[in-house]
């Protein structure tokens, strides 16, 4: 910890005893929540994992970005800039990062009071409230020219690309586990034609590139802890050029699934339809008048698809041995596998209910 005491001291942070303790949940990166004796802002620590993000200067670059076009957009819109979007502490010497001993990208962010993230909620308002941060989100940064944004990590929604990097864990298999995962590989091969659905549609021109956040999970956005409408979107690592499909594919995902990412009974893996509904009213209702109707049904494909490129991506890692998403368990990421293949069955049963769920809702 007094490594971490001395990083901190990088930063152009308020003078005084400064406290760090591990902080949140995620998969990628480690986090500390670090207070301040005698300040009443609390501040967030981070480390850049350069195993996922290779570039991770590339992904601050784009960060710093976004935050400052969102600080502008919020202030034209009367909002409070400081509290709906994030705010990076500069080094002292004014760059939005710094570097440890052993080269490792740190930043330091504001950490947004008086809010709450959900984590896996039931509440229909609550993923209303979610689906309104992530519409806002896009609608806000319609304008920014996504090309100009750094690709943080490339063919990151490259589905057929997903497919051929689990073929190439299947080939390599450096863990010996390919035996017991026939049942997943087979699953996976059968659904190689749906892989390009995207993709095709964006090369033919039917779907905009846009900035799209990519980690759309519903405990990246923060609710105010009174009101609980939403306040800001955060985790911004994998904001980069993309299609709307894969923001509101990934959030259905997650959010209108009946269980934990890692639910070992698969018979309690559903899509849970009010869930999705909820989700899409906010979410669409944000971005009334600026999609087509061809983006908007992509947002059912969208769903499917991101489904199955993490339960590809998951089941690739767990043959790779478990490099790239951070288990607690042995075979968790096979379990995490499991579930999404289990969720991408059930939405196939929807596609239509769906569809139609979609339309109506931007229609309205």
């Given at each position: 910890?007094?490594?971490?005491?001395?990083?901190?001291?990088?930063?152009?942070?308020?003078?005084?005893?400064?406290?760090?303790?591990?902080?949140?949940?995620?998969?990628?990166?480690?986090?500390?929540?670090?207070?301040?004796?005698?300040?009443?802002?609390?501040?967030?620590?981070?480390?850049?994992?350069?195993y996922?993000?290779?570039?991770p200067?590339?992904?601050?670059?784009?960060?710093?970005?976004?935050?400052?076009?969102?600080?502008?957009?919020?202030?034209?819109?009367?909002g409070?800039?400081?509290?709906?979007?994030?705010?990076?502490?500069?080094?002292?010497?004014?760059?939005?990062?710094?570097?440890?001993?052993?080269?490792?990208?740190?930043?330091?962010?504001?950490?947004?009071?008086?809010?709450?993230?959900?984590?896996?909620p039931?509440d229909?308002?609550?993923l209303?409230?979610?689906?309104?941060?992530?519409?806002?989100?896009s609608?806000?940064?319609?304008?920014f020219p996504?090309?100009?944004?750094?690709?943080?990590?490339?063919?990151?929604?490259?589905?057929?690309?997903?497919?051929?990097?689990?073929?190439?864990?299947?080939?390599a298999?450096?863990?010996?586990?390919?035996?017991?995962?026939?049942?997943?590989?087979a699953?996976?091969?059968?659904?190689?034609?749906e892989t390009?659905?995207?993709?095709?549609?964006?090369?033919?021109?039917?779907?905009?590139?846009?900035?799209?956040?990519?980690?759309?999970?519903?405990?990246?956005?923060?609710?105010?802890?009174?009101?609980?409408?939403?306040?800001?979107v955060?985790?911004?690592?994998?904001?980069?050029?993309?299609?709307?499909?894969?923001?509101?594919?990934?959030?259905?995902?997650?959010?209108?699934?009946?269980?934990?990412?890692?639910?070992?009974?698969?018979?309690k893996?559903?899509?849970?339809?009010?869930?999705?509904?909820?989700?899409?009213?906010?979410?669409?209702?944000?971005?009334?008048g600026?999609?087509?109707?061809?983006?908007?049904?992509?947002?059912?494909?969208?769903?499917?698809l991101?489904?199955?490129?993490?339960?590809?991506?998951?089941?690739?890692?767990?043959?790779?041995?478990?490099?790239?998403?951070?288990?607690?368990?042995p075979?968790?990421?096979?379990?995490?596998?499991?579930?999404?293949?289990?969720?991408?069955?059930?939405?196939?049963?929807?596609?239509?209910?769906?569809?139609?769920?979609l339309?109506?809702?931007?229609?309205?």
């Open positions: 910890m007094d490594s971490i005491l001395c990083l901190l001291e990088k930063f152009a942070l308020p003078a005084g005893e400064k406290t760090a303790v591990p902080f949140g949940n995620g998969h990628i990166n480690n986090t500390y929540l670090i207070t301040i004796d005698g300040v009443k802002e609390r501040y967030i620590l981070q480390r850049i994992n350069s996922v993000f290779v570039r200067q590339e992904v601050m670059e784009n960060m710093l970005h976004i935050t400052e076009y969102l600080q502008e957009r919020i202030r034209e819109e009367g409070n800039p400081d509290r709906e979007t994030i705010r990076l502490v500069p080094s002292v010497t004014g760059e939005p990062w710094v570097k440890d001993e052993e080269g490792e990208v740190w930043r330091v962010m504001l950490c947004v009071p008086d809010t709450v993230s959900p984590q896996h039931d229909l308002h609550v209303e409230e979610c689906g309104k941060a992530f519409g806002c989100f609608r806000r940064l319609n304008h996504a090309a100009t944004l750094h690709e943080t990590i490339i063919a990151f929604h490259d589905t057929p690309n997903r497919l051929r990097q689990l073929e190439d864990a299947i080939s298999d450096p863990c010996g586990r390919v035996k017991d995962v026939a049942e997943e590989i699953f996976a091969r059968a659904r190689e034609a390009r659905i995207l993709v095709e549609a964006h090369a033919a021109g039917k779907l905009p590139l846009r900035v799209t956040h990519n980690d759309t999970k519903v405990n990246n956005v923060l609710l105010d802890r009174d009101t609980g409408k939403a306040v800001c955060i985790d911004l690592d994998t904001v980069m050029p993309g299609l709307l499909a894969y923001d509101f594919g990934d959030a259905i995902r997650v959010g209108a699934c009946s269980a934990e990412e890692d639910e070992r009974d698969l018979e893996v559903r899509l849970e339809l009010q869930k999705a509904e909820a989700f899409a009213r906010g979410f669409l209702g944000e971005l009334k600026a999609l087509s109707e061809e983006e908007v049904l992509s947002l059912e494909a969208g769903a499917r991101m489904t199955f490129e993490n339960g590809m991506r998951f089941l690739a890692d767990h043959l790779n041995g478990d490099k790239y998403f951070r288990i607690h368990r075979g968790q990421n096979l379990d995490r596998a499991r579930t999404q293949f289990a969720l991408l069955a059930d939405m196939e049963k929807h596609q239509e209910e769906m569809r139609a769920m339309t109506g809702i931007y229609r309205d």
